[in-house]
Structure formats: structure tokens, C-alpha cells
């Protein structure tokens, strides 16, 4: 989709005011899809945010507004819509923004459906917006993988020698992905203390945010039918903030020789809306460039980044926020359509809502790493949280994080994505 898409044109306005603000994360360039209730006993159904508004596609569905192939959005879940394709969602796209547009008529007009459409973001419950069947976790940030590596290991070969050939990953939990708002509690698990010749069972005493993007796959394919490298982008349908809360000791303990297990399955937090790709077409950029050169599977032409603005804060209960790095997307060094080749290059299938995270998102300077591992030290060097330290998360913090793209006059937003830390539950003696 080109710059010339009158979806995405800057000086584009919207007949809900809220939605031309310079600082509204959804302005009618933006337009991302979520699912939501209206009110605590309504059935679910999918919406567009704009401005403070949720715009209830069911509710234009319904009332013959929208064309569609087949009713999509009175559902719990994006996927229905995500199979229909790419045209499908182009489709969509246009007629929704056709429909805010400030010169049209049609919905703006109309008092009593316009008040059955819209719904204040401030009344609505937002639900995890996709039917996640599988969950898989990169490792694709050059900085994040670096800084890692010189904490463990030899600085001078922080990297392992298979880190530059190929995106790293592994195969997460689905089942523990979580929207927004959701309380996360502490794990337990197994943890070896440096003075002590076996592990104890105890709650993690290192928990750490991941500040992460995630992509949802729209077109999936088929055993033994790989993503060619150039086309995966087609296959995207969004991207979301995405938290894989990590339990650093339980981790450091398990992960040989496997990877991680338990230290990540209890929690990975998602921000509710989904950005579609075509909103984000104006902000793409240059990826780092990669040496040596990826094998031919891994190479595609062109810009593959997207200039996001990524921040994470923390507040301690009772408190108030305080920023602990601000960093870009655009410093990953794998891009999203080589994760998604790579995932599949060996014939594994995708499925319809199958979660892809980007992994630790770091960029060159101290305020721009994406965990408290990196931040502090592995907890040598606390951070400042305005009158207060944190080595790692305590109970009672809320984690929180946002992003947005910076166009001319307006942002295209990702909202966000946050969740409170509860104590661990009590260890049975």
C-alpha cells in the first residue's frame, strides 16, 4: 500500500473530534481493530478505535453500513476477519474511514445510530482481541542480544555465532497471553542460589518486563508450504505492544540446555488494539544492515522496519510513573517477514491468529534498553523510580507500556499495554 492510500493521508479529519487531537493514538489514519463489550452483560464484538471512541463494526454490520463477505463482527475474536485476506481487510479499511471521514454524511447524521455505534473508550471493557492457537517468542534485537551476552559470557563474543545467521526463537505459551489490565502473579519455581548446592522452590525474586511488539498472522500456510521472504508481510494482519514478563533467576536455573520454560509461560500481556500494517505504510524505514548477508531464504528488498516510538514505565503502588527507557522498533535487526520465512522455512504450518513476538527490543544507548536486566545489571545498579530504586519488579508495580508512530500533526498510536504484579501464591509446606 503506497503513500498515495487516502487512508492514510495526513490531512485526513474525522467528524469525532477527539480523533484530530495531535496527541490522540488513534485519529482516522490509524483505525485498529480490538474486541470489546459495551457493558458488562453485553456479548462481545469487535470494534475500531477512534479518537476516545470504540466504533461498534457489529452495530454498521448489522445496520448494512459495512459490506462484508459474510457477518464478521459480532464475534469474541479478530480471527473470522483475519481469514478473509488481505483484500478483505484493504476493504474494510476504506469503508470505515469513509464512514468517519469529516465530509460524510451517513453515520454522522444519523443521531440515533451514531449513539448505538459509538461507544466511550472510558465505559468499555476491552478482551483479548485474537484466538491465540499458537504463541512463538524472537530473540532479534542486535543491542538486546549483545548486552545479554556480555552479562553471561565473554563481552568480546557476546554473541552467539548463530545469532547473525538466523532469527533465534522458541515456541511459547499461548494459552497464558493476556490483555491488557490483567493482574500478573508472581511464579514460582525452582531457582539455584549462588551459595547453596541445590535449588529451592520459591517465588521469583528477578522478575523483568520485555518491552516487545508482537504480530498476529492473518493468511496462514500449510505443512511443508513455507513463506517465501518476500511475500510474508501479506500474511500480517497487525502488530501489538506485547510484555513477555520474564522470572530472570528461574530462567538462568532451566534454560540449559532447552531454553526457557516456566520462566516465561505464567504471563505475556498484549495491548488491546491491533495496527494493521497499512496504517503503518507511511512510517516504514530502513532496517539495520545486516552482516554478513542472510542466506537466500532471508532476504527480501527494501525497507522492512517500522519507525515506532517504544516506551516502558514503571509505578510502584500508590505512586507515581516513572519512564525507564524510551527506544525504536526500528533498531531490530531481524525484520518481521524473516521471522515469519524462518519460522516456516522448515515446513511448519501458521494457523489463523498464530502470535509472533519480536523479542527484547534494545537500541544503542542505556535509556533505550528494553528490560531491568539490562538496565541494572542483572540488578548490580538499581534504577531511580523517583525517590525509590528497583533492581527487579515488586509486588504492587504496574508495568506499562506505549508506543506510537510520529506523523506530521498526528500519531498513529498503539495505546497501552500494562499489568499489575501480585504476590506469588503461597508455597504449601
Not at 484530530?20 to 489514519?29: E, G, K, R, Y
Not at 525507564?324 to 522455512?345: D, I
Not at 523510580?385 to 506499562?400: K, L, N, Q, S
Amino acid at each position: 500500500m503506497s503513500h498515495s492510500d487516502p487512508t492514510v493521508d495526513p490531512t485526513l479529519k474525522s467528524w469525532v473530534e477527539s480523533a484530530n487531537t495531535a496527541d490522540t493514538h488513534f485519529p482516522i489514519q490509524n483505525l485498529p481493530y480490538g474486541v470489546f463489550k459495551p457493558t458488562a452483560d453485553a456479548p462481545p464484538r469487535v470494534g475500531v478505535a477512534i479518537g476516545d471512541q470504540v466504533l461498534d463494526l457489529s452495530c454498521l454490520e448489522q445496520a448494512g453500513l459495512l459490506r462484508t463477505p459474510k457477518p464478521l463482527f459480532s464475534s469474541a475474536s479478530l480471527n473470522a476477519f483475519m481469514a478473509c485476506g488481505r483484500e478483505t481487510w484493504r476493504d474494510i479499511r476504506k469503508q470505515v474511514s469513509h464512514l468517519l471521514s469529516a465530509g460524510t454524511a451517513t453515520l454522522r447524521d444519523d443521531a440515533a445510530l451514531r449513539s448505538r455505534a459509538l461507544v466511550p473508550q472510558a465505559q468499555a471493557t476491552m478482551l483479548l482481541p485474537v484466538e491465540i492457537p499458537g504463541y512463538t517468542d524472537f530473540y532479534s534485537s542486535k543491542e538486546h542480544a549483545t548486552n545479554v551476552g556480555a552479562l553471561f559470557r565473554d563481552p568480546k563474543n557476546a554473541l552467539m555465532p548463530n545469532w547473525l545467521e538466523i532469527p533465534i526463537g522458541y515456541n511459547g505459551r499461548a494459552s497464558s497471553v493476556v490483555v491488557s489490565g490483567t493482574p500478573v502473579r508472581r511464579p514460582n519455581g525452582q531457582i539455584k542460589l549462588p551459595n547453596q548446592e541445590r535449588p529451592v522452590f520459591s517465588p521469583c525474586l528477578k522478575l523483568d518486563f520485555e518491552l516487545e511488539t508482537g504480530f498476529f498472522v492473518g493468511v496462514p500456510n500449510d505443512l511443508a508450504d513455507p513463506v517465501p521472504c518476500p511475500e510474508a508481510e501479506s500474511r500480517i494482519f497487525g502488530m501489538v505492544l506485547l510484555n513477555d514478563w520474564s522470572a530472570r533467576d528461574l530462567q538462568a536455573w532451566e534454560y540449559v540446555p532447552l531454553g526457557p520454560f516456566n520462566a516465561k509461560s505464567f504471563a505475556t500481556t498484549i495491548s488491546p488494539w491491533v495496527v494493521t500494517l497499512d496504517a503503518l505504510e507511511p512510517f516504514r524505514t530502513q532496517q539495520p544492515r545486516q552482516d554478513p548477508e542472510p542466506l537466500p531464504y532471508l532476504r527480501h528488498e527494501g525497507p522492512h522496519a517500522f519507525d515506532i516510538h517504544l516506551e516502558v514505565s514503571l509505578r510502584p503502588q500508590g505512586g507515581q510513573p516513572a519512564t525507564l527507557a524510551r527506544t525504536n522498533f526500528k533498531y531490530m535487526y531481524w525484520t518481521m517477514a524473516q521471522q515469519l520465512a524462518h519460522h516456516t522455512v522448515s515446513g511448519c504450518n501458521t494457523r489463523v491468529g498464530d502470535l509472533m513476538g519480536s523479542g527484547t527490543i534494545s537500541g544503542p544507548e542505556p535509556g533505550s534498553y528494553g528490560s531491568l536486566l539490562e538496565l541494572t545489571l542483572n540488578g548490580k545498579q538499581p534504577v531511580d523510580i523517583g525517590g525509590a530504586t528497583r533492581a527487579f519488579i515488586e509486588d504492587g508495580d504496574e508495568v506499562t507500556l506505549t508506543g506510537w508512530c510520529q506523523g506530521a500533526g498526528y500519531r498513529v498510536g498503539f495505546g497501552s499495554c500494562s499489568g499489575v504484579v501480585l504476590p506469588a501464591l503461597p508455597i504449601a509446606v
